[in-house]
């Protein structure tokens, strides 16, 4: 009976695995995900929020980009859709700043969301990761966590 529990544990692991994979590429952390971009959208802006976090602003890149295409010349379209969400952490920028006062220039946040228009069942989640050390390891494990839990759709 135990080895039944063990496969089932080790297919379940390998299915929500399968919705997600980190990708690290230079200063960004990205994840891939297979879920609906409502899904990633609404379960990043939760995982903030759900830590006890405000999301202070809310951009809509996609809408940016269709809305001045024409001002710019352009005929492509980048994104289906994408997004980015703005927060902070008084506990985390805290003690970041008090490492070095210049870390203010971290801070807020910012965590996003696409769906490129060639791909749009691909959806991308992540943020620019922040330089190590000085205080900012802690904001990259806790906008690492933000993120794999966004693609994970939970």
């Given amino acids: 009976m135990q080895t039944r529990t063990a496969i089932a544990a080790i297919a379940l692991a390998a299915m929500a695995w399968h919705h997600a994979a980190a990708q690290e590429d230079g200063d960004l952390y990205t994840v891939m995900s297979d879920l609906p971009y409502e899904d990633v959208a609404l379960a990043l802006s939760d995982a903030i929020v759900n830590r006890g976090y405000v999301v202070d602003h809310e951009g809509d890149v996609a809408g940016m980009l269709a809305r001045t295409a024409e001002e710019v010349g352009a005929d492509d379209t980048i994104y289906t859709d994408a997004q980015f969400f703005q927060f902070c952490s008084a506990v985390v920028s805290r003690d970041m700043m008090s490492a070095d006062p210049a870390n203010i220039a971290y801070c807020p946040y910012i965590v996003f969301v696409y769906a490129p228009a060639d791909e749009s069942e691909t959806v991308t989640v992540g943020y620019r ?25 939970f």
């Fill in 129 to 153: 990761k922040l330089p190590g050390g000085g205080g900012r390891d802690e904001a990259n494990d806790m906008l690492t966590e933000i993120v794999d839990e966004a693609a994970e759709g």
